[in-house]
């Protein structure tokens, strides 16, 4: 089986040496991101940053499945202005459930994208709710994912204006959680055999709506994952 958490960072393609580390972690000091821990057994925990120590960064949990242990192997998924980030490393842990992680360890960058992207051609659990200000309602399919955004076909046979900048709210439904109220933006259409391709941004997201949405990419992840052998 393929070991998913090592599929997703393989994927940051941008290395250590070609990257700014203090710029990096000055500006995510100075956000309020949510941080996605990545065990080896492809558990996925949601953190809010609390502090810097030194070289240790020391996170406050949001979503936590089960307890983590010393020195486990993990990799930590972040995103800021300059792009989508990974930090892989072990745990360090501290009292009252702060988990610590050294910042000079192993850092990349995805190199084309902001964010890190899931394809969910194959996956039934997802299903979506576009709103528009006319109370137009449509049911989409998802062609790919990210925490940032989405693509999907508009296949509807309505009579409705599909155009760049048009503003909306979204919803995203999942067997194991619900994502309400997304703001959401059409930033691009590309022509395809089935329909108008939409390219999405999600935008004005709370904490607590981008914590949701990294925590179900990296779900979808696992569930597109989980049935490829290799």
């Known amino acids: 089986m393929i070991n998913a958490s090592k599929n997703i960072f393989d994927k940051f393609d941008v290395v250590s040496s070609e990257i700014d580390r203090n710029a990096v972690f000055n500006e995510l000091a100075k956000g ?14 949601i953190f809010h940053l609390s502090r810097f120590q030194n070289n240790l960064l020391l ?12 020195n486990e192997n993990a990799f930590l998924l972040f995103s800021i202005s300059t792009g989508q980030y990974a ?10 459930g702060i988990v610590g992680f050294m910042t000079n360890t192993e850092l ?19 299903t979506n709710e576009l709103i528009f200000s006319n109370e137009k309602v449509f049911k989409l399919e998802i062609v790919d994912i990210s925490a940032g955004g989405m693509a999907v076909i508009f296949k509807s046979k309505e009579d409705f204006e599909i155009k760049k900048g048009l ?3 979204c919803n995203l439904s999942h067997p194991d959680r619900q994502i309400e109220g997304l703001q959401a933006i059409i930033r691009h259409i590309e022509t395809t055999p089935e329909g108008p391709c939409l390219g999405i941004q999600f935008v004005n ?3 607590e709506q981008m914590s949701a949405m990294l925590a179900l990419t990296l779900q979808m992840h696992r569930e597109n994952t989980a049935k490829i052998d290799i």
């Open 32 to 45: 309020n991101a949510p941080i996605a821990v990545v065990t080896d057994d492809e558990q996925t925990f």
């Open 59 to 70: 996170m406050a949990p949001i979503e936590s499945p089960r307890a983590l242990k010393v």
């Open 87 to 96: 930090l892989k490393g072990p745990l360090k842990l501290t009292r009252e």
């Open 108 to 126: 990349r960058r995805l190199q084309r994208r902001k964010d890190f992207r899931v394809h969910t051609v194959n996956t039934r659990t997802l």
């Open 167 to 169: 503003e909306f709210l």
């Open 205 to 207: 997201l709370t904490r």
